[in-house]
């Protein structure tokens, strides 16, 4: 176990599925809450914690998006940002592509400027600090309508040399991708990457939507894929990375046993499956421990775990040189461990 952890710990590894709201710890929550002067209907970190009980995906949904609240101005977002790096550095993270949500925030007058800013501001100082080089995603919220998307979209304008993707979260069941057909066509056509959530627990329809209608160009989760052989074949054939994310899937009951999770078997399948934390400080474990309790639950050999490392630099946004520079980085350590 300790060598399994210390093998994972060493193994450069990208994470591609991190919700920078999710990693809100609640000992942060309250310094900003008392810093901002925001109310919380919480009186201690521990009556947080025991909120975390969640039977789905709306329910952590609704306390997620409450806690975004005492997010205020560009430093609170940069603080945020400086503590999940400065947490994954730990873990041997060397590259992130980070989702944010903007409209969590200017729907609450919270202006695209001071969250952008702030996590940008945080991604830059996570570089200098850790060497943790990042990307930024925008996330428009499936549960509101594609003109929100689009005034999203337009808000970002200034902002989209340094945006690298679009992606689409929040409520999925009801909101199928091609809600959003219109928004990601324009983001397409302004040079961003597209992702979408599809498959956590929307049915296999909502990810060939993402695959057809979206154009997208990775999945994320992708979980219920394996409930049609034909679009695993599809899948497998485009070498579609999935940012599946273990803990999380058991938080939210999309699976009852990490013993069950689908991970291994996606690899099976040859699908490219990488291994994410989504929303570390609700989900209790960031990106090491991820990997460390599914590498147990599910049996992980040493050339899966290599594998996983591998996708999730193959499966990122990264130019070509930096891909092949982090590779080489994979296949040394693994020449040397
Ligand atoms: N927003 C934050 N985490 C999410 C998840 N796992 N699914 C959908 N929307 C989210
Ligand atoms: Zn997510």
């Known amino acids: 176990m300790t060598d399994l952890s210390a093998f994972i710990r060493g193994l450069p590894k990208a994470e591609l599925h991190l919700h920078i709201e999710g990693s809100l710890e609640p000992e942060l929550m309250f310094e900003l809450a008392r810093r901002n002067r925001v109310a919380l209907p919480f009186k201690t970190v521990e009556e947080v914690r025991t909120a975390y009980a969640f039977s789905n995906l709306q329910d952590f949904l609704d306390i ?6 005492v997010l205020l101005t560009e430093e609170d977002f940069q603080d945020l940002a400086m503590a999940y790096f400065r947490r994954v550095a730990a873990d041997g993270c060397r590259h992130v592509e980070l989702f944010f949500d903007p409209q969590t925030h200017t729907d609450r007058g919270v202006p695209f400027q001071v969250a952008v800013d702030g996590l940008l501001a945080g991604m830059k100082a996570a570089e200098g600090a850790f060497g943790i080089t990042s990307k930024l995603i925008l996330c428009y919220l499936r549960h509101l309508d594609e003109d929100a998307a689009f005034a999203t979209l337009k808000a970002a304008e200034p902002w989209l040399d340094r945006i690298t993707g679009v992606g689409l979260d929040s409520s999925e069941v009801g909101h199928p991708p091609s809600k959003f057909a219109r928004v990601f066509k324009a983001s397409r056509e ?13 049915p296999p329809e909502y990810v060939w939507e993402a695959l057809d209608i979206l154009g997208v160009d990775r999945i994320d989760h992708g979980n219920r894929s394996l409930e049609d052989a034909r679009l ?8 579609m990375t999935l940012t599946v994310c273990p803990l999380s899937n058991l938080k939210l009951c999309v699976v009852d046993d990490l013993k069950v999770h689908p991970l291994k078997r996606m690899l099976g399948l040859g699908l490219h499956a990488t291994v994410n934390s989504d929303d570390p400080a609700y989900f209790g474990g960031y990106l090491g421990e991820n990997w460390t309790a599914s590498a147990t639950a599910v049996g ?3 050339d899966e775990l290599v594998t996983l490392a591998r996708n999730s630099f193959e499966g990122s946004f990264l130019g070509e040189a930096e891909k092949a520079q982090y590779l080489a980085a994979v296949d040394a350590y693994v020449a040397a461990n």
Do not use: C, I, S
């Not at 997620?64 to 609240?69: I, K, L, N, R």
């Not at 302004?190 to 929307?202: F, I, M, Q, S």
């Open 190 to 202: 302004r040079g961003l990457k597209l992702v979408a959530h599809a498959g956590e627990e929307g």
């Open 232 to 239: 695993v074949e599809r899948l497998a054939r485009e070498g």
């Open 300 to 302: 992980l050999t040493r």
């Open 64 to 69: 997620y998006y409450q806690g975004a609240q």
